[in-house]
């Protein structure tokens, strides 16, 4: 998978990418594994560019922003000319912005309706908390998705839209287990860890090293689970727990929370307090 952010002020530094973040964590929460990313500008050439880019090493992409009825919106027109196709006014498009504008009290506008006209060939995507549609489109064996650009709304576009377009077509997925260690050097750690999973040569590690923790990421792609991965998922809870017996102690608990949050249920589960106090 691809992932393709659109907008000059992405490029200046003006704001962050935040939405290329989500929708990769997104997907490693789903097993699909991003094998590209990248940031392009609203020009109609440099985004037909990027998603070409994109398909040059993924199977689908899924482009955020440049979904909005201002001048400067211009991804529908980037991926049609990608496409070789013209954008013109879906009906169903229509209906969605028709409908929302609606909901919320709002007279529809020549401008609100130029967010319908989509590649031919696209598919509406709907979206609940904003106006402008994502839309899916096909292009030769390549599958592309896009997706608004403010967070709220990309957000609400991709779990309706995308999420389950990907499951559907999900053949092959990459597991994960991650677990927490703190007040040991990276190091330090991938030296207890490598020894371990030499017996797992299907597993790969990553390290991920912040002040005072490190992250280890364990991951095997595998055939999807209803496919018959379940074995492959299986050696992967195996390494896990022979790497966390390994590490012991610095083992502070699951990637999924933070440190703080970790040594709070440590001193929960021992009954055990602590008092801080600030002085002036």
Not at 6 to 34: C, M, Y
Not at 93 to 120: I, K
Not at 143 to 169: D, H, K, N, T, Y
Not at 237 to 242: C, D, G, N
Request: net charge negative; proline share 5%; with cysteine.
């Amino acid at each position: 998978m691809g992932i393709v952010a659109i907008g000059d002020e992405l490029l200046s530094g003006f704001k962050v990418d935040t939405n290329s973040a989500w929708i990769g964590q997104r997907l490693a929460e789903i097993g699909v594994p991003v094998v590209h990313r990248a940031c392009a500008g609203d020009g109609v050439d440099q985004i037909a560019q990027a998603v070409g880019d994109a398909l040059q090493r993924a199977t689908a992409v899924i482009v955020t922003g440049g979904l909005g009825p201002t001048i400067d919106d211009r991804t529908r027109e980037g991926i049609a000319q990608f496409a070789k196709v013209r954008c013109a006014r879906d009906p169903r498009a229509e209906d969605l912005v028709r409908t929302r504008l609606a909901s919320v009290g709002r007279e529809v506008r020549e401008s609100h309706l130029l967010q319908a006209d989509l590649p031919q060939g696209a598919v509406a995507l709907a979206n609940a908390v904003g106006i402008a549609p994502g839309f899916k489109l096909s292009v030769k064996d390549a599958l592309i998705f896009s997706v608004p650009g403010p967070p709220r709304e990309m957000q609400a576009v991709v779990e309706a839209g995308v999420v389950p377009e990907l499951l559907r077509r999900r053949t092959s997925m990459t597991a994960t287990r991650s677990m927490r260690t703190a007040l040991v050097p990276e190091t330090a750690v991938a030296a207890v860890v490598e020894p371990m999973l030499q017996a797992h040569p299907e597993v790969a590690v990553a390290y991920l090293p912040s002040p005072a923790e490190v992250v280890v990421r364990l991951s095997v792609i595998t055939d999807d689970e209803r496919n018959g991965g379940t074995d492959a998922v299986a050696h992967l809870e195996e390494a896990a727990e022979e790497v966390r017996e390994a590490l012991g102690d610095v083992v502070v608990g699951d990637a999924a929370h933070s440190l703080e949050e970790a040594v709070v249920t440590l001193l929960a589960n021992a009954g055990r307090t602590v008092a801080v106090a600030e002085s002036l």
